[in-house]
Every structure is written in structure tokens, then in C-alpha cells.
């Protein structure tokens, strides 16, 4: 069984220690991190290499960063950033192969507030992921699409929509551009694992939320129809978010069969004019 995982950490340099501790405990295969807040020269690579893991990493001063572990190998860089805009300089994807998968590892842009120029880089960057998943799609290598789309797909995957309605994560514009993500054909594997169970993968600091259970579900890992048939299980590591100065996120994961016989994939309607399901 392979095990990816996706998990924000809000800081590696400050939570390396319950990064470690959640890689020697829960042992995934493929761990993709958001939200690295350090230069390339303060990624731990000798703390994760020790750990078993390799590693590839594009990170930013202060701000952004995206990762890629893989236990037991170094992954084969594909791509480092987003294409479509020569002048962002964010640091919100990296993409690799490892094994036998090719995982897309990003951070969306937050958007708040809103109106405003940081909600139009949103949907600005929302529109490049969404062209260059096209290609992902269909270019018949299993892929998974892994990290913080900082969108709550629908009202089902938050606690209270009221005291949100203002966030750029809950906006039209936001949930639209997520459907037509899904609507290319990718499978939200966590939903598709657990239909019709609140579940969530970030709590705020604020107002107790993580302890009233007042969440929302913005890390998706969503998979091609190379992918999908192969998954057995997802769910989020909830014990993280408990830990002593924890990230605001919890690590969501899936598993795959990888050793399962691929089913014919589907051509429905659906990868052109699908609505997306309630999510």
C-alpha cells in the first residue's frame, strides 16, 4: 500500500520536531508540505535525511514554500513552479516523481482580504493550475494533485458558513474554479472516502476552534483516472493538530493499491460539462 500525504506546516524550522515525530509515526510514502516559511538554505535536509527521507524543497524567505519528501529515495524533480506568469515570484508548487506517481505539490493563494489585488492573484493562480491540470489529466501517468487549495468546496466542509461569508475561501469565484478543477475528471479523495462525514483539516487559533471541533476542509489530494481506481482509504491525522504548538492544519493523506489492476478509466460528459457532486 502506498501512503501520500499532504500536510501544512506552518513553519518548518519552528515545527520540525512534530514533523519528525509524525513522519516516524505514521511512515508515508510521499509527504507534501505547504507553507515552509524559510530560504532554501534553512530546509533541514540533513534532520529529513536522517529521518529516511529524501527530498526536494523551493522555498521563500518568510512566506510560501513547497516540499516533496519520499521515504527511502531521493523524488525526480518535474517541474518548479506554476507555468503560465514569468513574473510570480511565490513559491507555491513543485512537482515530482516517486513511487510510481507523479505528485503535484502546491499552495494556493489565500486571497484575503477580498476585493482586493491578493484575491485577484488568487483567482489568477487558480485559472494557471486549472490550464496546466489539463495536461496532467490526461497524460496517462497515475498523478495526484496534493496540498493547501485554501477553497472550501462547498458548505458541507465548514463548521458554520455564517462567520466566513466574507473569506476569500469561501467566495463564488473560489468554489467555481474549484469545480472546474473537478470537473476536468480529478477525484477529491477525501470526500469520495467519506461522503457524508463532516471532516476536517484546519483549525485557526482563534476563539478554541480546534477544541469545539469548528473546522474547515481546504487540503484536498485529488487524483487522475490513472490514480483513482487504486484508492483504498484517506483520512487526516488528527493527534497532530493536538500536539504542543501545533500547525493550524492536520496531515491529510490517502491510500493507494498500487499493485491493483488498473480499471478501464471512464470518458463520461463529465470531464467537459460534469457538476461537480456536493461535495
Known amino acids: 500500500m502506498l501512503k501520500i500525504a499532504t500536510f ?38 540533513d534532520e529529513i535525511r536522517a529521518a529516511g527521507y529524501g527530498a526536494i524543497w523551493h522555498g521563500q524567505p518568510s512566506w510560501n514554500g513547497v ?3 519520499t521515504k527511502g529515495m531521493d523524488p525526480i524533480e518535474t517541474r518548479r513552479g506554476l507555468p503560465g506568469d514569468m513574473g510570480d515570484t511565490h513559491s507555491r508548487y513543485i512537482e515530482a516523481a516517486a513511487h510510481g506517481v507523479l505528485v503535484g505539490c502546491l499552495y494556493l493563494p489565500n486571497g484575503n482580504p477580498q476585493p482586493g489585488p491578493k484575491f485577484d492573484y488568487k483567482l489568477a493562480w487558480f485559472e494557471r493550475l486549472i490550464d496546466y491540470a489539463a495536461g496532467l489529466y490526461d497524460n496517462g501517468h497515475p498523478v ?15 463548521y458554520n458558513p455564517k462567520s466566513w461569508l466574507k473569506d476569500a475561501l469561501l467566495q463564488p469565484e473560489s ?25 476536517y483539516t484546519f483549525w485557526d487559533y482563534f476563539r478554541q476552534h480546534w477544541q469545539k471541533n469548528s473546522g474547515l476542509r481546504i487540503d484536498h489530494l485529488l487524483l487522475n483516472p490513472e490514480l483513482a481506481p487504486r484508492l483504498k482509504d484517506a483520512g487526516v491525522d488528527r493527534w497532530v493538530r493536538d500536539r504542543p504548538h501545533a500547525s493550524d492544519h492536520a496531515p491529510t493523506w490517502i491510500e493507494l493499491d498500487m499493485s491493483a489492476k488498473k480499471k478501464p478509466a471512464e470518458k463520461p460528459a463529465a470531464r467537459t460539462r460534469r457538476k461537480a457532486a456536493p461535495q
Open 8 to 45: 501544512n506546516i506552518n513553519g518548518i524550522r519552528s515545527r520540525l520536531p512534530a514533523l519528525l515525530e509524525w513522519l516516524d509515526k505514521e511512515a508515508p510514502d510521499v509527504a507534501c508540505l505547504q507553507e515552509l516559511k524559510a530560504p532554501d538554505t534553512a530546509f533541514p535536509s
Open 67 to 69: 516540499a516533496i519528501l
Open 144 to 158: 495526484v494533485l496534493a496540498g493547501d487549495f485554501n477553497v472550501v468546496p462547498t458548505d458541507e466542509d465548514i
Open 175 to 199: 468554489r467555481e474554479r474549484y469545480r472546474r478543477l473537478l470537473d476536468q475528471g480529478w477525484v477529491d479523495a477525501l470526500r469520495t472516502r467519506h461522503p457524508d462525514e463532516r471532516i
